[in-house]
């Protein structure tokens, strides 16, 4: 009976790999052109010794370098860098698919809407008149600069 029940299956493997031959072309993709669904990959234009911190366009094409007050920021750094140029991951800004950790530099609300800080921190959103980049909503609360949050990301800028 084992014998047959093998050699059932082995007739039925083989007409399922003759209808379904694999493609033997090699097909290759090109990592530096089109499209990206949430996160990129770029050189780092500083050491980074900290995850979750917003990032901003480097120095050149391939690069980021840490968010500060005043700087436009694209997404949020999931790496660390040990050293110049190390790879690191970017989480889009309004791309990704999910909530973002990102660390405060003060005490933030629940709830509160946040803007870039120093050193690619976050900070509760200023009232003072000003352009300011909205990069999400907490959904936790901070406590103390350092503290890393959960955050709703999204990116609209608001001038006062």
């Known amino acids: 009976m084992k014998r047959a029940f093998k050699a059932l299956v082995l007739r039925l493997r083989k007409r399922w790999l003759a209808a379904h031959k694999p493609n033997r072309r090699v097909r290759l993709a090109n990592i530096a052109e089109g499209t990206h669904d949430g996160n990129i990959t770029k050189g780092s234009d500083v050491v980074i010794t900290e995850r979750h911190l917003l990032a ?12 500060a007050a005043a700087d436009t920021p694209i997404g949020v750094i999931t790496d660390e860098a040990t050293a110049i140029g190390d790879l690191v991951n970017v989480s889009l800004l309004g ?66």
């Open 56 to 67: 901003k366009i480097g120095g050149a094409a391939d690069r980021v370098n840490l968010c």
């Open 95 to 160: 791309s990704t698919r999910s909530t973002l950790r990102m660390v405060a530099s003060a005490a933030i609300a629940q709830g509160a809407l946040l803007e870039p800080a120093a050193s690619g921190r976050i900070a509760t959103l200023g009232s003072g008149a000003g352009t300011h980049h909205v990069v999400g909503r907490a959904l936790d609360a901070a406590i103390a600069a350092g503290d890393v949050i959960e955050v709703d990301p999204f990116y609209f800028l608001r001038v006062i």
